[in-house]
């Protein structure tokens, strides 16, 4: 028997995490699982929080989503505290395993420190084989524990310069929280490839991932963490440190157009808006005659709304999503697996029937879920089918914290647009173009000579030095598999 992640889930790209970090506030911790929890679908298959109780450091980590594991009072009790940080985790198949769940913890010199990372560390792989060299002996597989290394190894310090010094030798992206004895911490990488915010809440403060994990526990949303800032929450405010040569911004462009979460404000602008100017954008660039506009749920929703307000065609819920799918769907046979398509979608045939169909997407990976919608919605009685895609042609993997497939297996770095069309099966496919999406991200278009956001994956202009991929590192850092 095989338990796989459900098909329509692995045909998208994945964001790899979501961070909290909570100063000051009664129950930390169980203000912390709230945040994880609206901060859910940036990583479902693991979760973890540490808190400081003023004595010792308290921490629960589980594979699984944040309800599953942190609703007991027992756990929550055992978190005492006023301060606490939290981490939501997906990763790769054989790398779901406890002990890489985050926040790392480690006792330093100085004490306690406990350290939750979005993004992914492009020099890892390098670091790591020489502080193993100098007798570093690491206990997970993630990038991440190189940081708590590499401050292990600076022998003088607060424990603020110590975490800066081991982020001047690495690479790539990170937006960090972390937990020392009487503060919080957080940090952006000089770029701001991942999003960090920075609310109020009462006396004390909180960062997040995104300000929708601000809402849900009630705190003001205060302004992001900016990149290459770092902060410190503790008994005498916020302090902000600038330690690193200051550099254009290259904020994710795809957290606008997917990872974000639509109620979300991230880098000043509300995600919601975006993906319906972005959608606007692409009815100004791809327009063709149709009846109706319909989304592929839920991510495709925003964009379609101000594809078909621009477009003036009706917008209809022509495919149904059923939210009570699990994660996970076991499957016996390769004739169960072919069905698995229908148990997350249905098609809705009164919208659909004899009309022709504009599908909106956010992107196409694979290839292999579009093929399934398509097929579905001309089973469903569409006279014409057309995609149009609210990003541009995904054609580079991400080494920032985003898992996509290898290029290999990108159908659009594999294929031209009308040979992406007929594999899915479409009358016709259109992806907003590159100058369009910045033009929807009120810019002129894109200026290759200073991109003002990360597009790798559509332009494979990486805006940092990819040093692990000189060297063929693989994909984790430890021969040792384990199961959960
Ligand atoms: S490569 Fe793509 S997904 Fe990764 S950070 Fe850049 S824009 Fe985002």
């Known amino acids: 028997m095989t338990i796989r992640t459900h098909p329509f889930d692995d045909d998208k790209l994945r964001e790899e995490c979501g961070v909290v970090g909570i100063y000051g506030v009664e129950q930390a911790a169980a203000r912390t699982v709230l945040g994880l929890h609206a901060l859910q679908h940036r990583g479902q298959e693991a979760a ?6 003023g004595r010792q450091f308290n921490a629960h980590r589980a594979l699984g ?81 190189v940081i708590t290394h590499l401050m292990a190894t600076q022998l003088r310090g607060s424990v603020v310069d110590r975490l800066i010094h081991a982020l001047q030798q690495v690479e790539g992206a990170y937006s960090l929280v972390a937990l020392a004895q009487e503060m919080v911490i957080g940090v952006r990488d000089p770029l701001g490839v991942r999003p960090l ?41 916020v302090h902000s440190l600038r330690p690193f040569p200051a550099q254009p911004r290259r904020f994710c462009v795809f957290e606008h157009i997917y990872f974000a979460r639509p109620d979300s404000i991230v880098e000043g602008s509300s995600v919601y808006e975006a993906r319906k100017r972005i959608g606007a954008e692409l009815a100004r660039e791809a327009p063709t005659p149709a009846d109706v506009v319909i989304p592929v749920p839920d991510s495709g929703v925003p964009a379609a709304i101000g594809y078909a307000a621009k477009a003036d065609i009706p917008f209809e819920l022509g495919i149904i999503r059923n939210h009570y799918v699990g994660r996970t769907f076991i499957e016996p046979t390769d004739h169960i697996r072919h069905l698995g398509v229908k148990l997350k979608h249905n098609a809705n045939r009164a919208s659909i029937e004899n009309r022709r169909v504009i599908l909106v997407d956010d992107s196409i990976v694979r290839g292999t879920t ?26 580079h993997s991400c080494f920032y914290g985003i898992d996509t497939p290898e290029r290999a297996e ?7 647009v009308k040979a992406m069309a007929e594999i899915i099966g479409v009358d016709s496919l259109a992806f907003i173009s590159i100058d369009g999406l910045y033009r929807a991200m009120g810019r002129p278009g894109r200026d290759s000579n200073q991109p003002q956001f990360c597009d790798a994956c559509f332009t494979g202009d990486y805006p940092t030095r990819l040093t692990d991929q000189g060297v063929g590192a693989p994909a984790q850092l430890s021969l040792l598999a384990e199961t959960a």
Request: aromatic content about 6%.
């Open 65 to 145: 989503h944040v309800a599953d594991n942190f609703s007991s009072e027992q756990i929550i009790a055992r978190l005492k505290g006023h301060s606490a940080i939290g981490h939501v985790r997906y990763s790769t198949t054989g790398e779901t395993i406890l002990r890489n769940v985050q926040p790392l913890f480690a006792d330093l010199e100085f004490g306690g420190f406990a350290i939750g990372h979005n993004g992914n560390l492009t020099n890892a792989h390098a670091l790591h084989r020489d502080l193993v060299r100098r007798g570093s002996l690491f206990q997970s597989t993630t990038d991440t524990e």
């Open 197 to 237: 915010v920075l609310g109020r809440l009462g006396d004390g403060y909180i960062l997040a991932s995104e300000t929708c994990a601000l809402d849900i526990i009630g705190a003001d949303f205060l302004r992001d963490v900016e990149p290459g800032e770092l902060v410190v929450l503790d008994s005498s405010g």
């Open 410 to 416: 990108l159908l659009a770095a594999q294929n031209d």
């Open 48 to 53: 973890g929080i540490v808190s400081y109780d």
């Open 370 to 395: 579009s093929k399934k919608i398509v097929e579905m919605v001309r089973s469903a009685g569409a006279n014409e089918v057309h995609m149009r895609i609210s990003s541009p042609p995904t054609t």
